[in-house]
Antibody, heavy 126, light 106 residues
Framework: QLQLQESGPGLVKPSETLSLTCTVS??????????WGWIRQPPGKGLEWIGT???????YYNPSLRSRVVLSVDTSKRQFSLKLSSVTAADTAVYYC??????????????????WGQGTLVTVSS | DIQMTQSPSSLSASVGDRVTITCRAS??????LSWFQQKPGKAPKLLIY???SMQSGVPSRFSGSGSGTDFTLTITSLQPEDFATYYC?????????FGGGTKVEI
């Protein structure tokens, strides 16, 4: 059974960089046809897609966050990672990693997340 | 970005009720629409993809329909474990977007 687990600091200071890693167990991150994504949810609010990466390292970002986000993947460790720079209180959220299916739509890489990590709360505060 | 609007934002229902949740896209998204269930403190769970295809292991009381801009999630005979928040999500655009959620409560 595929499992995803987020890890990283639960508290980040304003203007610093938020760094999270997702470890994929019971399955290979290189096994297709899947992509690997990050989604966040501010407390009491809805879901926001952050970005998606393929096992080859091709990344796709939400335009609203593109200037501050970098995704990376390490297939040997079965991990993919998120870095979000210049954080503010508005970046306080539960961050989820997820496996995403390949889209059937031409020009679109990834589709719905079908397996999610449990999520990790990251608070931005001094 | 494609905006996804769900209605209602919340509803009260009883065990055994038939519940319908609506999701409207700001432009046509064909059938690139998924539905998720989220319980408090838990990650969302995929219920429906491609507007009407049921994810493995999801009870048959859940069904999805629609295409273009208007979609519905129907729960026939609501069960106690179905009280949760439901989200729609489009994957027509490379920028994935979610609806604001519908909270189903007693």
């Amino acid at each position: 059974q595929l499992q995803l687990q987020e890890s990283g600091p639960g508290l980040v200071k304003p203007s610093e960089t938020l760094s999270l890693t997702c470890t994929v167990s019971d399955g290979s991150i290189s096994t297709g046809p899947y992509y690997w994504g990050w989604i966040r949810q501010p407390p009491g609010k809805g879901l926001e897609w952050i970005g998606t990466i393929s096992y080859t390292g091709t990344a796709y970002y939400n335009p609203s966050l593109r200037s501050r986000v970098v995704l990376s993947v390490d297939t040997s460790k079965r991990q993919f990672s998120l870095k979000l720079s210049s954080v503010t209180a508005a970046d306080t959220a539960v961050y989820y990693c997820a496996r995403q299916r390949v889209s059937g739509r031409p020009g679109v890489a990834a589709a719905e997340p079908d397996n999610w990590g449990q999520g990790t709360l990251v608070t931005v505060s001094s | 970005d494609i905006q996804m609007t769900q209605s209602p934002s919340s509803l009260s229902a009883s065990v055994g009720d038939r519940v319908t949740i609506t999701c409207r896209a700001s432009q046509s998204i064909s059938t690139y629409l998924s539905w998720f269930q989220q319980k408090p403190g838990k990650a969302p769970k995929l219920l429906i993809y491609a507007a009407s295809s049921m994810q493995s292991g999801v009870p048959s009381r859940f069904s999805g329909s629609g295409s273009g801009t208007d979609f519905t999630l129907t729960i026939t005979s609501l069960q106690p474990e179905d009280f949760a928040t439901y989200y729609c999500q489009q994957s027509y655009s490379s920028t994935l977007t979610f609806g604001g959620g519908t909270k189903v409560e007693i």
